[in-house]
């Protein structure tokens, strides 16, 4: 068990964090919230919305309030696998192959408009991102350690996009949407950038290894069984709904918990209620389901598991 000072501490790490990147992204409080969730819960999050909305500032907020590495893939369609990985390539004077390590190999790794490159090097993030190693050419390579991916994708309508296949759209925690900012933030946002961006001017708030131990903390907040029932009730419910032809995985089961116990500690509580999951529901498990209906995509998943919280009893704790 972890002091409850040192506890105490942690929780103030993980909401300087949270207010840092606000000082950024402004106007979007449950979206930073929702992000540093996906960071202490372990998992990886997909951005999904129109150009110029702040998914690529959100991302560098969130590696500038950390101390570690921080790297940036720009997805294309001619970009190759390798690119990604890194390759082997032939030292002349030691006459030997030495592997140079591609931009995966970072604390946080920014995959910028996912959706544009192909299926096939797309494929090349789901080692990494589901064991936390790269394999090239028969070799295993081990990745730092908090290794956090966002990627962002612009919606299906945009020319030049491939849709994400569900087996990688199940390696991500969670699934945001920015959408426009208001008038007033709008207005906040462009006085804030009229001499410098702010991004510029951000610093770190906490070191990778308290990054870790934040992640191990969060794995200790308590969770009812009544509440443990709630959540996989909700998530059987998407493997029956009359409008889903493909329900939630059992990865989506253990992100919704595990996201709910990141929610409650950034919140100060060690225990999770049923609206920590009420709250997580739709981003953790829209983009697990497919709905008859693919051409809404994301909105018509959101709108199913909406429907399905208003109609899942909600327990009494």
Do not use: W
């Amino acid at each position: 068990m972890i002091p409850a000072e040192r506890m105490e501490k942690m929780g103030d790490g993980a909401r300087a964090l949270t207010d840092n990147v606000r000082l950024v992204i402004r106007g979007k409080d449950d979206q930073v919230e929702l992000a540093v969730v996906a960071l202490l819960s372990g998992g990886h999050l997909l951005i999904e919305d129109v150009p110029g909305v702040g998914k690529t500032m959100l991302a560098r907020s969130l590696a500038r309030s950390l101390s570690g590495d921080y790297r940036r893939i720009q997805f294309t369609p001619d970009l190759l696998p390798s690119d990604i990985t890194g390759t082997n390539i032939f030292n002349q004077k030691s006459a030997e192959f030495e592997f140079r390590p591609g931009p995966i190999f970072a604390n946080i790794v920014l995959a910028d408009e996912i959706n544009r490159a192909t299926p096939r090097t797309q494929s090349s993030l789901l080692e990494a991102m589901d064991e936390g190693q790269a394999t090239v050419d028969g070799t295993t390579y081990p990745l730092p350690r908090p290794f956090f991916v966002i990627a962002t994708q612009n919606p299906l309508e945009y020319h030049g996009t491939y849709p994400l296949p569900e087996g990688q759209l199940d390696r991500f925690c969670m699934s945001v949407t920015l959408d426009y900012p208001s008038q007033e933030h709008e207005k906040e946002i462009v006085e804030s950038q009229l001499v410098e961006h702010p991004v510029n001017s951000l610093h770190s708030v906490l070191e990778a290894e308290e990054l870790l131990e934040l992640q191990s903390a969060c794995r200790l907040v308590m969770v009812d069984p009544d509440i443990l029932s709630y959540a996989l009730t909700l998530v059987r419910e998407t493997r029956e709904d009359e409008n889903l032809s493909m329900g939630a995985s059992p990865r989506g089961a253990i992100f919704l918990v595990r996201t709910a116990q990141a929610r409650a500690f950034l919140r100060e509580r060690d225990f999770i209620t049923p609206d920590d999951v009420k709250a997580l529901a739709v981003p953790v498990l829209s983009h697990r389901v497919v709905p008859h209906s693919r051409s809404q995509g994301f909105n018509e998943s959101r709108s199913v598991i909406s429907r399905l919280l208003s109609r899942v009893p909600v327990p009494v704790i």
